[in-house]
């Protein structure tokens, strides 16, 4: 994971250093990002637009700045591919978008660094838990420079049952594998994920006799094979 800092305080964004990025915003009330690239000449520098309507690395969709709606507009345009949006805002931009595709910059300011499931980037800390007069956020280690951008992620659900499911399918492949199998003893008999394993143990009983690990193990395989985890083996709910 790379780390990024941002701030309308230019001198308050910590030093340059390796896997460090910065923003700069390119327009609003705080146009800062000629004064970032002049700090920090040798680091890499992303800009950012608030109002939707300028060419910019990503735009700002949040209360205030860039809607939905324009936002959505942008990525259509090719005026940016990524989009920033906390997860009040997300649902209104997932139906914006449609079946455009786009990269998500999630916010979700837990003080702890994690990637929300299916965001680039996330930004985990705003200057209450930061420890400065500054953002950070975290990459999934391959944005900027994806080559496409992810599918449309999936709205946040209430129930904590579907959260799981959602956020087990948005992790990555190899990482998730790894947990599995590592985890899965404590994962059939866990509180918080018994009700996952029973969800998937209702769905996918038909077609795979009530065996659980061969619903994982399918899954595991489908996503070796394909890069994604989505349960897409025959006869799947």
């Known amino acids: 994971m790379a780390t990024i800092y941002d701030s309308i305080t230019v001198s308050a964004m910590p030093p340059a250093g390796p896997g460090i990025m910065y923003l700069g915003y390119v327009d609003g009330n705080w146009p800062t990002y000629a ?83 299916g965001s680039v980037a ?35 659900f209430a129930d904590p049952t579907m959260e799981i499911l959602v956020t087990l399918a948005a992790s990555p492949t190899d990482a998730l594998n790894a947990y599995i199998r590592q985890q899965w003893a404590t994962f059939r008999t866990d509180t918080l994920t018994v009700p996952a394993v029973q969800y998937l143990q209702a769905g996918y009983s038909g077609p795979w006799h009530g065996s659980i690990d061969a619903v994982l193990a399918c899954i595991i395989d489908t996503a070796t094979t394909s890069g994604h985890l989505r349960p897409m083996f025959s006869g799947a709910a």
């Open 122 to 156: 996330t930004q985990y800390a705003d200057p209450v838990t930061s420890g400065g007069n500054y953002d950070i956020s975290v990459t999934d280690g391959v944005w900027p420079g994806t080559p496409a951008p992810t599918p449309a992620p999936m709205p946040a």
């Open 35 to 117: 004064a970032v690239k002049a700090r920090f000449p040798n680091s890499v520098v992303l800009s950012v637009t608030t109002t939707g309507f300028t060419k910019a690395d990503i735009c700002d969709c949040e209360s205030g700045d860039a809607t939905p709606a324009v936002a959505a507009a942008g990525v259509r345009d090719g005026l940016y591919k990524t989009v920033y949006a906390n997860r009040a805002t997300l649902p209104e931009l997932v139906a914006a978008m449609g079946n455009t595709p786009w990269h998500y910059f999630a916010a979700d300011w837990t003080g702890k660094p994690h990637l929300v499931p």
